[in-house]
């Protein structure tokens, strides 16, 4: 499995940005796409996870009700729409897969391929 993100760069506060991850060699089963996000010196942070299947999503509390994430199975690509961006968002933001269906848990284990990551940069 192969994932490119795109979509990063730089917007001013309350502005939007929207992420996408193109993916290659996903299985056939069910699977789970996430968006993570790392600032500088921290671990990586789960955000937004969605299933193949099911197409139900999760967030995590501090983007809940300004990003959506969303996946288009047969372009094999997912999305992150950022409304209402804060400084606080700036950040590295990266696509995983990972088998199954998606869970309010998104931990860093949880997914098995990575794409290299997309810069979100929020001025003020």
């Known amino acids: 499995v192969q994932l490119v993100e795109s979509g990063g760069g730089l917007v001013q506060a309350g502005g939007s940005l929207k992420l996408s991850c193109t993916a290659s060699?996903?299985?056939?089963?069910?699977?789970?796409i996430a968006w993570f996000r790392q600032f500088p010196g921290q671990e990586r942070e789960g955000i937004a996870s969605i299933s193949s299947a099911v197409g139900s999503a999760y967030y995590s509390y501090s983007v809940t009700g300004r990003f959506t994430i969303s996946i288009d199975v047969f372009k094999k690509r997912a999305y992150l729409q950022m409304n209402n961006l804060k400084p606080e968002d700036t950040a590295k933001y990266y696509c995983?897969?990972?088998?199954?269906?998606?869970?309010?848990?998104?931990?860093?284990?949880?997914?098995?391929?990575w794409g290299q990551g997309t810069q979100v940069t929020v001025t003020s």
């Open positions: 060699g996903l299985p056939a089963d069910d699977y789970a």
């Open positions: 995983a897969e990972g088998a199954g269906l998606a869970t309010q848990a998104m931990g860093v284990t949880m997914f098995d391929y």
